[in-house]
């Protein structure tokens, strides 16, 4: 291998002494510092235990579908009774009418958009990292909590209540939806809420606006940034330019990188004013 | 494991709920602690040969280890890792150097960094020593990630060319001919660079 084997520029008589300055001023690229090493361990963790990124929405939002297929009652609700229990809950959804336009179906009675939040108040066992699941069948909240099937999965018990409750149990959060108090704060609640209004974004984005600005008040929110990329989005399909632009380049300043940041920063780039 | 594919239907979808995976189906894979654990000092390096800076380093490794989650289901335990993770390292470290800002922004002729490393004996020298890293910073700069990294490798770092061969993922005398490609390139961003300087611009 000697033979042809290229000699470094530095060790060669007849490279250019120029070049063989310049290289030899350069430096060795650094390994990983202890904080680094730290920080990535956490991420490692975090990605093993949910698969909750910005990437994995897809699979999150099927994830809720599933668990509001498992409840199965949802379908026979939709097919059957969605006039029985919609009187219910007349005061929420007079209240908020925009959101069930499209989820009307899949969680048939409640779905007026500040109603997830308050109903998740139920025992709330920390569905992120320890990755409860989907609830069984016909169960009221409170039990189907305590099924955890050891799958990461974080999405699904945060909305098969919400589909599930006021049919089964007779009104579980019997508060009117209004009262956002004792909110359910899990990841599993962020990424449903995520997800809905990632779903709403296409046909209606303003009601995909307003579920974000409940996002908002999430205390410890995991997913801002997750939240900001889709108010952008959202923004933008209202054609709000300067509100959009205003969104976007506040999130690139708090998330400079990332993958979020970057689909942010394409959009302002193809947006930018000459 | 086809069910979680992203045409599953809801019937599998229920099928995934209802059923556990089996554990030995999960652990044969090996999972992204690990990874760090044994490269993250590869991670890193790799990340600043292709040309990310140091400051971005742990931005950037960020991303580094959403793709190697995604991806490590496709990995085949059979194969070294660090080709797959260069791979991986080069494909990232390429759309971070795309971003606009990235490329807008000029190369820092004093790293903050620079202060808590080993200080400089002379200071003239250490100044002279600083602006020619910095001109290097802008001449790599200029070159694509994928040659960059393996001139980095040779001429900075003065690995052996078995060693990158084996990074890389390719045989030695595919090293030798891309070292020279690397070379060419660096030759030809270093003569615009002094045809830039020459002319006073930045």
Do not use: N
């Amino acid at each position: 291998m000697a033979v042809s084997a290229p000699r470094r520029w530095r060790e060669d008589d007849r490279a250019p002494p120029e070049v063989r300055d310049l290289l030899a001023a350069g430096r060795a690229p650094r390994g990983m510092s202890p904080a680094e090493r730290a920080r990535a361990a956490r991420q490692a963790a975090r990605l093993a235990a949910a698969p909750a990124g910005w990437f994995a929405w897809s699979a999150a939002s099927k994830a809720v579908a599933a668990s509001l297929a498992t409840v199965g009652l949802v379908a026979a609700a939709r097919v059957l009774a969605p006039r029985a229990t919609a009187p219910r809950t007349v005061p929420p959804s007079a209240e908020t009418p925009r959101t069930p336009r499209r989820h009307a179906p899949p969680s048939p009675a409640p779905a007026p958009s500040p109603a997830p939040l308050p109903r998740m108040e139920a025992p709330g066992v920390p569905a992120a990292p320890s990755g409860v699941s989907a609830a069984p069948p016909v169960i009221r909240v409170e039990e189907a909590r305590t099924h955890a099937v050891p799958r990461a999965r974080p999405a699904p018990p945060a909305v098969p209540p919400a589909g599930s409750a006021p049919v089964l149990a007779p009104a579980p959060g019997t508060a009117p939806a209004p009262a956002p108090t004792p909110r359910d704060e899990s990841l599993a609640a962020e990424a449903a809420l995520l997800a809905r209004a990632q779903r709403l974004l296409e046909g209606d984005p303003e009601a995909s606006l307003e579920l974000l600005d409940a996002h908002a008040g999430f205390t410890h929110p995991r997913l801002a940034e997750e939240r900001e990329l889709l108010a952008v989005l959202a923004l933008q399909r209202l054609g709000r330019g300067e509100a959009m632009r205003a969104r976007g380049e506040a999130m690139l300043s708090r998330w400079p990188s990332g993958a979020a940041a970057q689909r942010v920063r394409r959009l302002l780039g193809a947006t930018a004013p000459p | 494991m086809k069910a979680r594919g992203p045409g599953a239907q809801w019937g599998h979808a229920v099928a995934i709920a209802l059923h556990p995976v089996p554990a030995a189906f999960v652990s044969e894979a090996p999972d992204v602690g690990a990874v760090v654990a044994e490269h993250g000092d590869f991670l890193c390096k790799t990340l600043q040969r292709c040309g990310v800076r140091e400051a971005d380093v742990p931005d950037v490794l960020q991303e580094v280890l959403i793709v190697v989650h995604r991806k490590l289901p496709s990995y085949d335990a059979a194969r070294p890792m660090p080709p797959w993770l260069f791979g991986i390292c080069l494909r990232v470290a390429t759309a971070h150097r795309r971003l606009a800002w990235v490329r807008r922004e000029r190369p820092v002729e004093h790293a903050p960094e620079d202060a808590t490393r080993a200080a400089p004996i002379d200071p003239e020298e250490a100044a002279s020593r600083a602006q020619a890293r910095a001109r290097l910073g802008r001449v790599l700069d200029a070159m694509d990630p994928d040659p960059r990294a393996l001139l980095v490798m040779f001429e900075i770092e003065g690995m052996a060319c078995d060693d990158i061969a084996a990074i890389v993922g390719a045989p030695v005398g595919t090293v030798w001919s891309r070292l020279h490609a690397a070379r060419r390139q660096f030759e030809a961003a270093l003569a615009r660079l002094r045809a830039r300087e020459s002319r006073g611009w930045p």
